[in-house]
């Protein structure tokens, strides 16, 4: 949490000024008991009403300026608080924008979503409710325990052994109901939990007849949940009895103590109800601060899982620009491959198993890879290393015979169209969301790309460029949004270009109709196709089947059929007898 | 107080809206029956709820008598002529009366945490049990976050109202009109005064609150749009990342955030000066009392002593004005709340069992389908006049396009809906005359869309077969291929998968499911795409064990990969919603009909 006040560096000020302001209006009304006191002992005593009238409207008088300090105090707190949040927000932004692939899978995304919102909402309320209260609260605790001796010492040592107690019972009430209170919400969590999977998994209790047992389940946990309930409740029910007694207790002693000193001619009776007053304000301002620990417990948590964002830093650093050894083999490559893996294997962070073992082989310019496999094998990962997702844990992937670690960041991205599985498109314009592909593209090459993506009537039939795009895409059918991905990495015109089973929603004959244009591209790009099918690779240069993480066959399609054992199985699921029996529809 | 004031504004707010939807959709006739629905469920604990409330009239009494005993006291405090054994008697009292203030206290709070937690515990039970029996098409109707909602976050809300309602309703009702009482009783005077000035701190925090209305409507509203911008960009993080679009997206979330900066700043500082405001009302209620209270004591009106008292009933009196009025917002939204949950356990449920229901033992595994007709919705027709005779152990698939109903079919046979004519028959009865259960046991049901409960591997296979041996459960996850990636997850059969799954991948999950069916063996099964998410390879190696378990079983299988169902007995061809054609393989592609269209496509 600590870590995160950097972002209230820019308001120092405020941060200096609201508890300052607030401190004053404190002290106006500390004052308030001593004003009574003079017109018991005064106005009262010597029948002066013209004093009393007076004093009245001192009383107000402090009431005013106690109100004006106190809108200031506000408005610097407020201030500095959503400042500090804004600041914290973009802060949190940009940093998980610089995160690699590795941090995001770690992380998840409503993670991520939630430290942005919720936690950041949360660290604001805190840090507001410490400008305007922290210093406050036990200033006019203190405050009135220093009033009180300055008006008798002996009555004020009561105030000692009051206060003393009172911070004790609140702490420990306070402390010991923080643990009980997240109890509470993981016993919540999980009656939340089974009632989701009671109604997501609908159908399969029906099916197998567990409503009963489900009821149970349920009945069981909600008792749990509400036993600790109770149990937490009945540690904060204690709060205020206990707190009463003490200050009952001591009012009692103060009289007792004040009767003797006025016997002894030290204390004027004006001044014991003065006494009273201030033990009064002390029991507000302490259930004031007992409140807001349990405010500042949340707002620290959500600061610290923030701060653990913060701590994560990208498994990845990018050279700045490109090494004049590189930039010279760049310039004369001529005919080297343009993707080299070496020997590459790739261990996701905290796996247990390898996600691709010894991967070996090269890629030309022009060429079109097919990658094949069965679900989980490890093709997406391949892959993703080309434009440097994932780096290899063993290995090496080269670009043009340039380690892909030796690249700046926009270099790869410039240089590789990838396609990813999930077709995703932001809210905006068709021609927003293909100008992601290159910010200064023409009309005329956004439909260039749109037509080789097989997507013009798609295009035409939304209504142009200009059509709108919902968040997500939604408005558009899977197969569609794939296409127009398709033509967002196209309109790059990148050198190698990657297609991670991004057609699997189109049929057979667009299929084959966009692998046919792909081959036509005018700049010969390097193409990956991934697919499950063997019909969308099997005109592929080299194809390469890999089982489990490894390459157990590299080859054209017929070389692969007499050689490999599992292409030729995948492929007979896929054809047996010779005949497709794909049902296809989009 | 600060810190409190200000959540009350952010319910204030959220409050209106509700109740504003509240009011829209219902008369206040509605809140009146929302309100009996609460007390029907408060009447078990209406004994509790008595003590509770006299001991809340007890409590306010004697913290009204204590300022009182004190004020006596301190008029004994007079210089030179001081009654010390009245002082001592007094004060002796004052003790007694703190302690069984203290008790009484507590004991409310307890009792009345109690109340709160089991009324709401008695409804989410109710509310859970009715998602057992609701019909389905309710629950495939309403998203389960809004049911989940419901019964979470509503009841919880309500919870929290109605604690609030209990422990300071009563309580600063009781205390207002006591504090009341006692100040007419010995100064009407300063009654009047206070009666005039403390009811403005409630204006001014409804101002307040009314203003800032808007202001947080603005805010929230950003608030969602910046959201949706987080949700998107971080949510695709990946894509980003490919195109190179990290500064854009940053500019973007920044032009959002300086918006929320000045609407948040508004909000927050604006709404943050109620409790300066009703802070400056009370002092002018003291200030106002001193007045009065000091010239009484002049005319001889009153003594010293009361006047401290009445000082000491404004300064903590006026506190209750100023709760109530967060009370009230607080009930009727706790009432809002009480009235989504009420209105979900009230859904009709689904048909109950016919009184002659009688048990489907070991069916046999004749289905028969005598001319039904069936719609999700009256207007848009779907199956009509359907007919099917499957004969013991026959296998029929079911194809045809997505979305063209095959799947409705499975839910009819399951009795997951009811068909709207015609019968479905087993062995010769109609399965409205069986027990659901029953009829549920005898299939075996594999879904596309897999489901797996948080828990142990073991559970989710043993889900329909608790008492099935180690060996049975081994056999059954060979049988589906699933034995050897549960064998190399940390701890087996006993790994515990997180919520939906977790960490194994679709087809793994689906794997699972299908052992789960594997080691149940029942009479007949269903098999929606049952493989869809399994490649190709491994599916081909379950086929076999599918073959044998199909075996002398009636079997309904659902398939778009036309390769898995060729042997079956009877292909259904389904499109929009009708079946088109009807016939084995062989005799489907000499129709040459749509189905010979799509095995050749």
């Not at chain 1, 196209?490 to 991670?500: Q, S, T």
């Not at chain 1, 690779?537 to 194809?543: E, F, G, L, T």
């Not at chain 2, 549960?486 to 699972?512: A, C, H, N, V």
Request: overall charge neutral.
């Amino acid at each position: 949490m600590r870590k995160l006040l950097v972002y209230l560096k820019d308001y120092k000020k405020e941060c200096v000024l609201a508890p300052l302001f607030k401190m004053l209006e404190a002290s106006f009304e500390l004052i308030v008991p001593l004003v009574c006191a003079s017109i018991i002992d005064v106005g009262i005593a010597n029948s002066d009403q013209p004093y009393i009238y007076k004093m009245c409207l001192v009383l107000i008088g402090l009431a005013l300026v106690g109100l004006a300090s106190s809108i200031t105090a506000q408005f610097f707190a407020a201030k500095a608080a959503v400042g500090f949040a804004t600041q914290l927000r973009h802060a949190l932004f940009a940093h998980i924008q610089r995160f690699s692939f590795t941090e995001i899978d770690t992380l998840g995304t409503s993670t991520m979503i939630t430290r942005m919102t919720s936690d950041v909402n949360q660290a604001q309320t805190g840090v507001n409710m410490v400008l305007r209260l922290f210093l406050r609260s036990p200033f006019v605790v203190f405050g009135a325990m220093l009033m009180a001796f300055t008006i008798d010492v002996r009555s004020a040592l009561i105030f000692v052994v009051a206060i003393l107690l009172l911070f004790m019972v609140v702490f420990s009430i306070t402390l010991v109901n923080i643990p009980m209170i997240r109890k509470v919400q993981q016993k919540l969590d999980q009656v939340l939990n089974l009632t989701r999977e009671n109604l997501l998994g609908v159908r399969v209790i029906r099916a197998f007849c567990k409503e009963e047992d489900e009821v149970r389940r349920f009945v069981a946990r909600n008792e749990a949940l509400t036993k600790q309930q109770k149990k937490s409740g009945s540690i904060s029910a204690l709060m205020n009895p206990v707190t009463y007694v003490i200050i009952n207790i001591a009012i009692l002693r103060l009289i007792w103590t004040g009767t003797l000193q006025v016997e002894a001619g030290i204390l004027t009776q004006g001044q014991v109800i003065a006494l009273y007053n201030y033990m009064s304000q002390i029991l507000v301002e302490l259930i004031k601060l007992a409140n807001l620990i349990i405010t500042l417990n949340k707002a620290l948590a959500s600061g610290n899982r923030i701060a653990d964002v913060f701590e994560m830093s990208s498994s990845m650093t990018y050279p700045e620009e490109l090494s004049q050894k590189s930039v010279d083999i760049l310039s004369k490559e001529n005919g080297t491959d343009t993707v080299t893996f070496r020997h590459v294997s790739l261990n996701y962070h905290n796996a247990e198993e390898e996600a691709l073992t010894d991967i070996d082989f090269s890629a030309k310019k022009g060429e079109i890879i097919g990658i094949i496999g069965g679900t989980g094998s490890g093709k997406s990962s391949l892959v993703n290393m080309i434009p440097r997702y994932y780096d290899a844990t063993g290995g090496e992937v080269l670009l043009h015979g340039i380690p892909v670690r030796d690249y700046p960041e926009k270099e790869l991205t410039r240089r590789i169209g990838m396609v990813l599985q999930k077709a995703v498109l932001f809210k905006g314009t068709i021609a927003s969301n293909l100008q992601l592909g290159r910010r200064d593209a023409t009309e005329a090459e956004m439909w260039d790309a749109i037509r080789v993506a097989q997507a013009e009537d798609i295009v035409k039939g939304k209504g142009g460029l200009r059509a709108k795009i919902d968040q997500g895409g939604k408005n558009l059918s899977g197969g569609q949004r794939q296409r127009m991905t398709i033509a967002r990495a196209l309109i790059k015109k990148p050198e190698i270009l990657i297609l991670d089973d991004s057609a699997s929603a189109l049929d057979m004959a667009t299929d084959a109709r966009l692998r046919a244009a792909i081959r036509e591209l005018p700049d010969k790009p390097t193409v990956f196709i991934v697919s499950q099918r063997t019909s969308a690779i099997k005109d592929a240069d080299q194809i390469i089947v890999l089982d489990d993480g490894r390459m157990v066959g590299r080859g054209t399609h017929d070389s692969l059929l007499t050689d490999c054992e599992v292409y030729r199985e995948i492929y007979d699921s896929q054809y047996r007898s010779n005949t497709p029996k794909e049902a296809q529809h989009e | 107080m600060n810190k409190k004031m200000n959540t009350d504004i952010h319910k204030n707010t959220d409050h209106k809206k509700q109740s504003q939807k509240i009011t829209e959709k219902n008369t206040s006739n509605s809140k009146l029956h929302t309100f009996r629905e609460v007390l029907h469920y408060v009447r078990k604990y209406l004994g509790w709820m008595i003590v509770s409330i006299l001991l809340a009239g007890i409590i306010v009494a004697l913290t009204l008598y204590m300022p009182i005993l004190i004020g006596t006291a301190i008029d004994c405090i007079v210089y030179g002529s001081i009654d010390f054994p009245k002082i001592e008697s007094l004060l002796l009292r004052g003790i007694g009366v703190i302690i069984a203030t203290s008790i009484a206290q507590w004991i409310m709070n307890v009792i009345n945490n109690k109340v709160t937690y089991h009324v709401v515990r008695d409804i989410r039970d109710e509310a859970f049990h009715k998602i057992e029996v609701l019909p389905l098409h309710y629950i495939d109707g309403h998203s389960s976050g809004e049911i989940v909602s419901r019964v979470i976050a509503d009841a919880e809300q309500f919870a929290d109202g109605l604690l609030m309602g209990f422990t300071q309703f009563f309580t600063g009702v009781i205390t207002i009109l006591g504090t009341l009482l006692f100040m007419v009783y010995y100064s009407r005077v300063i009654t009047l005064v206070v009666v005039c000035i403390t009811p403005l701190s409630l204006f001014v925090a409804n101002f307040i609150a009314r203003k800032t209305f808007s202001m947080f409507k603005l805010q929230s509203e950003t608030r969602g749009e910046q959201t949706a911008l987080v949700d998107e960009m971080i949510g695709n993080e990946k894509v980003v990342k490919a195109y190179g679009h990290e500064k854009d997206a940053l500019d973007q979330f920044d032009e959002i955030n300086e918006r929320l900066q000045n609407c948040s700043l508004q909000a927050i500082f604006f709404s943050s000066l109620t409790n300066p405001a009703t802070r400056f009302v009370n002092s002018m209620v003291y200030a106002g009392v001193a007045v009065t209270g000091a010239v009484s004591v002049i005319m001889g009106h009153m003594s010293v002593g009361m006047m401290s008292c009445f000082l000491n009933y404004a300064s903590q009196y006026t506190k209750p004005f100023n709760e109530i009025s967060g009370v009230v917002t607080e009930l009727q939204n706790a009432l809002a709340c009480a009235a989504r949950i009420f209105e979900f356990i009230q859904e009709e449920p689904q048909t109950p069992e016919a009184a002659d229901a009688v048990v489907l033992e070991h069916a046999e595994g004749a289905v028969h389908c005598d001319d039904i007709s069936f719609s999700y919705v009256p207007d848009r027709k779907l199956i009509e006049h359907f007919n099917l005779n499957v004969k013991p152990g026959q296998n029929i698939a079911i194809v045809g396009p997505t979305g063209c109903g095959k799947t409705t079919i499975i839910n009819l046979l399951m009795r997951f809906y009811d068909v709207d004519q015609g019968t479905i028959s087993v062995d010769g009865t109609d399965i409205r005359h069986l027990t659901r259960q029953s009829l549920r046991k005898n299939y075996g049901m594999v879904l596309q869309d897999t489901w797996l409960r948080q828990g142990t591997i073991r559970d989710n296979i043993t889900m329909a077969r608790p008492d099935a041996t180690e060996s049975e459960i081994i056999q059954a996850a060979k049988a589906a291929h699933s034995h050897s990636f549960i064998k190399r997850l940390p701890r087996g059969y006993d790994t515990i998968i997180g919520e939906e799954g977790g960490m194994l991948s679709q087809g793994q999950k689906q794997l699972l499911c299908i052992t789960r069916v594997m080691l149940a063996l029942p009479p007949m099964l269903i098999l929606d795409e049952a493989t869809s998410s399994i490649d190709t390879r491994t599916e081909m190696k379950i086929q076999s064990a599918f073959a044998k378990l199909m075996q002398g079983r009636t079997s309904f299988i659902v398939a778009h990969r036309l390769s898995t169902i060729q042997n079956a007995d009877v292909i259904l061809v389904m499109r929009d919603g009708n079946i088109i054609e009807q016939g084995s393989h062989e005799e489907l592609l000499a129709r040459d009909g749509f189905y010979a269209r799509m095995y050749h496509s």
